[in-house]
């Protein structure tokens, strides 16, 4: 399955032919990678993500935009990496599957920081997260 094939006639009009982004409509998905800490950050997939299975999971929930939730698994993982590739992740013919995509080490892995926003809660601390 082609994920660049589907990318273009699924998520292009919103996110640019490559990933590059299309204002206002869709934010840029490539690029960005060392800008987080620069006074204009650039979140991207390559950029901001920490996982890998986080950016399939949230294509197959949210994407496409006018109809989310109806992109197949196979199509998720071809659209996935194709993006991971665009982003200098994996190779341009890597075949991700559920194994390997949890084997992917994002960019960002070790410094993602949690949302500063007010409106989002810090989950509560169990007894078993304290061990």
């Not at 949230?58 to 665009?86: K, W």
């Not at 989950?123 to 078993?128: I, L």
Request: hydrophobic share 30%; proline share 10%.
């Amino acid at each position: 399955m082609d994920g660049e094939v589907i990318y273009r006639s699924k998520y292009a009009s919103c996110h640019g032919a490559s990933g590059e982004g299309v204002r206002p409509f869709g934010q840029a998905l490539v690029g960005g990678i060392g800008t987080l800490a620069s006074p204009n950050p650039v979140k991207t997939i390559g950029s901001y993500w920490p996982y890998a299975t986080s950016v399939w999971d949230y294509i197959h929930r949210a994407m496409p935009y006018d109809r989310p939730g109806t992109l197949p698994p196979d199509e998720t993982y071809a659209v996935t990496s194709f993006l991971l590739y665009r982003n200098g992740i994996i190779q341009h013919d890597e075949v991700l599957t559920q194994e390997s995509l949890a084997k992917v080490r994002m960019p960002n892995r070790d410094g993602f920081v949690p949302d500063p926003h007010p409106d989002v809660r810090k989950p509560a601390r169990t007894s078993q997260s304290r061990q």
